[in-house]
C-alpha cells in the first residue's frame, strides 16, 4: 500500500510529538509549574526552560525564513499573523486560560503528559476541555459569546498599509520590509543571553534539555509544513477529490487540537478528518506513556475530593474555552506563536503569565485563612 504524503505529515508530526512527550515526562517540562515556581518560590529554573523553548524556536522559524526553506506567512493555523488584531481575543482568552490551567493543574501539554504518566485526573480534564474547545471552534457558539461584542475593537492593520502583527510587518514602516528574521535571530539571542545567565541554569541538564527539544520540536514542526514536504502536502489536498483536514502551514499547539479530536470522532471512519494536530495530542501521550513505563513511573492517580474535581473541571473549562479564544496555549501561543513574533502571540502569553500568578496567589490567600 503506498503512502501518502499526507500520511507522511501525519507520521512525523506523531513521532516529533512522542519525543516531546518523553522528555516533557523525563524533565517535568510543566509551564504552569514554571510560574508557580516563580511565583511561589522565586525559583526560575523552569520558567527558563520555557524561555529557552521560545528562544530556540524563535531562531528556528528565522532561520526558515531567512533561507527561504519554509516561509512561514500569514496563511498559518491558527492566523498568528493575520493583520486582524483582535487585542481584547488575546488578553481575554489568555487570562481564561492561565486561571484554568492553574485549576486544572498543568497547561494542554501537561494535562497529555500527565495522562501518559497514569493520571486519570487529567484525562477527565482532557474530556472536558476538547468538547468546549469543539463547541469554540465547530459551532456559532464563539460567534454568539465573543465574536460580536469582540468584532467592533479590532484593528485592521490592512486599513493602516501594514502587512500583518508580526515585530518585522509593524516595524516596515520605519526599518523597511523583510526584517523578521533579523528581529527573530536578534530577539532569540536576547532571550538566550537572559536564559542562560543563571549558573544554577547552566547545571540543571533537564531544564537545559526541555527547553532545546521543545523548542526544536516546534522549529522543526514548522519546517514540516511549511518547507518542501508541506508544499508536496499542499499540492496533495489541492489535487484531491476529498481533501484532509487543516492542510496549512503549523506547528504544535494542543487547545484547537483537542476540538478537532472531537469533531473526528463524530465520524471516527473518516480518516480524513485525522491532522496534524490531533496527531501531536497522541504523541505526547503515547511519547510520555513509554518514557513513564520504562523508568517506573507510571502511576494512577485520581482526585482527593469532590471540591478537587470541581476545581479541574471548572479548570477545563476555561481552558478549551481560553485557548480557543486566544488561539493558543503555552505552547501554541507563547511558544509556537511567539515564534512568528506576532504581537498578539505575546499579548496571549503575558495574560496566560498573570492569569496564572493571580490565580496562585489567590490560592494561597485562600489557604493561609484556612485553620
Known amino acids: 500500500m503506498e503512502i501518502t504524503v499526507h500520511q507522511e505529515m501525519l507520521g512525523a508530526a506523531f513521532a516529533l510529538a512522542v519525543v516531546m512527550g518523553a522528555v516533557a515526562n523525563k524533565t517535568n517540562f510543566c509551564t504552569m509549574g514554571a510560574v508557580s515556581d516563580w511565583v511561589n518560590m522565586g525559583d526560575t529554573g523552569r520558567l527558563r526552560a520555557w524561555l529557552l523553548a521560545i528562544a530556540v524556536a524563535i531562531a528556528g522559524v528565522a532561520v526558515l525564513e531567512w533561507s527561504g526553506k519554509g516561509p512561514i506567512g500569514t496563511l498559518t493555523f491558527p492566523p498568528y499573523r493575520t493583520p486582524n488584531f483582535a487585542w481584547v481575543r488575546y488578553l481575554l482568552g489568555g487570562l481564561m486560560f492561565g486561571i484554568g490551567m492553574t ?16 493520571s486519570l485526573k487529567s484525562l477527565v480534564v482532557l474530556a472536558i476541555a476538547s468538547p468546549v474547545a469543539y463547541l469554540m471552534l465547530w459551532t456559532d457558539f464563539y460567534e454568539y459569546a465573543f465574536g460580536r461584542w469582540m468584532a467592533p475593537m479590532t484593528v485592521e492593520l490592512a486599513k493602516r498599509g501594514i502587512a500583518s502583527q508580526s515585530l518585522g510587518d509593524l516595524a516596515a514602516p520605519i526599518v523597511g520590509a523583510g ?3 533579523w528581529i527573530g535571530i536578534a530577539l532569540s539571542a536576547l532571550i538566550a543571553i537572559g536564559v542562560f545567565a543563571s549558573k544554577e541554569f547552566r547545571g540543571n541538564r533537564d531544564n537545559v534539555a526541555a527547553g532545546l527539544v521543545v523548542g526544536s520540536a516546534v522549529a522543526l514542526g514548522w519546517y514540516l509544513t511549511a518547507g518542501t514536504l508541506g508544499q508536496a502536502w499542499k499540492e496533495f489536498a489541492d489535487m484531491s477529490a476529498m481533501p484532509p483536514a487543516r492542510v496549512e502551514v503549523q506547528s504544535f499547539t494542543f487547545i484547537s487540537p483537542m476540538g478537532d479530536a472531537v469533531h473526528y470522532l463524530g465520524s471516527p471512519g473518516n480518516l ?13 501521550v503515547v511519547g510520555s506513556a513509554i518514557y513513564a513505563l520504562a523508568a517506573g513511573r507510571f502511576r494512577l492517580e485520581w482526585f482527593a475530593s469532590p471540591g478537587d474535581f470541581a476545581r479541574h473541571a471548572a479548570g477545563a473549562v476555561l481552558m478549551g474555552c481560553g485557548g480557543v479564544l486566544s488561539m ?3 505552547i501554541g501561543q507563547a511558544v509556537t506563536g511567539v515564534s512568528t513574533l506576532a504581537l498578539g502571540s505575546f499579548l496571549a502569553f503575558a495574560a496566560i503569565v498573570a492569569g496564572a500568578a493571580l490565580t496562585m496567589k489567590v490560592q494561597y490567600w485562600l489557604i493561609s485563612r484556612e485553620p
Open 103 to 118: 485549576l486544572a493543574s498543568g497547561c494542554g501539554n501537561k494535562t497529555l503528559v500527565r495522562i501518559g504518566g497514569g
Open 328 to 330: 493558543g496555549c503555552t
Open 179 to 181: 526584517m523578521n528574521a
Open 272 to 284: 480524513l478528518l485525522l491532522n496534524f494536530g490531533i496527531m501531536a495530542l497522541a504523541g505526547v
